[in-house]
């Protein structure tokens, strides 16, 4: 069993910047996948980066564009997503999915273990 508590959200100008972050408690940290997933009212959840055990594979959907960076640093059994660029449709509530099966193209059927999720305002 994994425990996940994200911190970092909340209210931005466009443009801005701000980084999450996932503090998991459990499984030994280095041992599974993490990734990030948002979702904005009244749509699906959706996947925005995902990360291997040891941290050095990841990857991101297209429609990021680079804008977003997931690193780990399993030491202190942490996940963090840096968000800069920010624009006013990355609002959403930001969650960190942990105990993952895999980091590429995941779907979230893939994560055993999620957060309570965390407020990202992004204001135009």
């Known amino acids: 069993q994994v425990q996940l508590v994200e911190s970092g959200g909340g209210l931005v100008q466009a443009g801005g910047s701000l980084r999450l972050s996932c503090a998991a408690s459990?499984?030994?940290?280095?041992?599974?996948?993490m990734g990030w997933f948002r979702q904005a009212p009244g749509k699906e959840r959706e996947f925005v980066a995902g990360?291997?055990?040891?941290?050095?594979?990841?990857y991101y959907p297209d429609f990021l564009k680079g804008r977003f960076t997931i690193s780990r640093d399993n030491a202190k059994n942490t996940v963090f997503l840096q968000m800069d660029s920010l624009k006013s449709e990355d609002t959403a509530v930001y969650y960190c999915a942990g105990d993952g099966s895999r980091w590429f193209a995941p779907r979230a059927a893939d994560f055993g273990s999620w957060g309570q999720g965390t407020q990202v305002t992004v204001s135009s």
């Open positions: 459990g499984r030994t940290f280095s041992s599974y996948a």
């Open positions: 990360i291997s055990p040891i941290g050095y594979s990841t």
